[in-house]
């Protein structure tokens, strides 16, 4: 069975930089083919695509937030990193991460619960 | 970037209506199309890949249809635990989009 969850601190203050932890389970990031993104959905609004890595350490960024985020993996512990930079109200959202089922385009077959990050001071 | 635009945005109906959500893209995104319930509080779950393929544990009453800019996700019969969020997500080119969501409510 394949599970995300996602992990960090619910309140960061303006500039601070956030970092995100998605814990999995059920596949390795070893295997060929496997692929985390992390999304996120500000209150009211539409998801938003922040980032992908995959299992031969390829990274893809939103090309609006790029200078922002950093993702990495660590294999051994099963866990994909995010950190956002310069945190504003603005990225106040629920964050997600996702696995993109195997072998696909792009579609994603798993979802961690998300976790509520607000930005405020 | 593509856009993908839902309607409806809200969506009230009763138990056994047949119901019909539309995606629309800004751009031809071919059958690069998925389609996802989602509950207060749960992760997403994967209903609809590739425009219409039904994703495995799927009840068959949820079909997806369409290609190129339109698109649309329909479930047959409303059962009481459909009621949910629905969204799609475009994965034709990065950066992914997904839909604003359409809230099915109990009429």
């Known amino acids: 069975q394949v599970t995300l969850k996602e992990s960090g601190p619910a309140l960061v203050k303006p500039t601070q930089t956030l970092t995100l932890t998605c814990t999995f389970s059920?596949?390795?990031?070893?295997?060929?083919?496997?692929?985390v993104s992390w999304i996120r959905q500000p209150p009211g609004k539409a998801m938003e695509w922040l980032a992908r890595i995959d299992w031969d350490d390829d990274k893809v960024y939103s090309i609006s937030l790029k200078t922002r985020l950093t993702i990495s993996k660590d294999t051994s512990k099963n866990q994909v990193v995010l950190k956002m930079t310069n945190m504003d109200p603005a990225d106040t959202a629920t964050y997600y991460c996702a696995r993109i089922s195997t072998g696909s385009s792009g579609w994603y077959d798993n979802w961690g619960q998300g976790t509520l990050v607000t930005v405020s001071s | 970037d593509i856009q993908l635009t839902q309607s409806p945005s809200f969506l009230s109906a009763s138990v056994g209506d047949r119901i019909t959500i539309t995606c629309r893209a800004s751009q031809d995104i071919r059958d690069f199309l998925a389609w996802y319930q989602q509950k207060p509080g749960k992760a997403p779950n994967l209903l609809i890949y590739?425009?219409?393929a039904l994703q495995s544990g799927v009840p068959s009453r949820f079909s997806g249809s369409g290609s190129g800019t339109e698109f649309t996700l329909t479930i047959s019969s409303l059962q009481p635990e459909d009621f949910a969020i629905y969204f799609c997500q475009q994965f034709n080119g990065h950066p992914f989009a997904f839909g604003g969501g359409t809230k099915v409510e109990f009429k």
């Open positions: 059920g596949f390795s990031l070893n295997t060929g083919g496997m692929r």
């Open positions: 590739a425009a219409s």
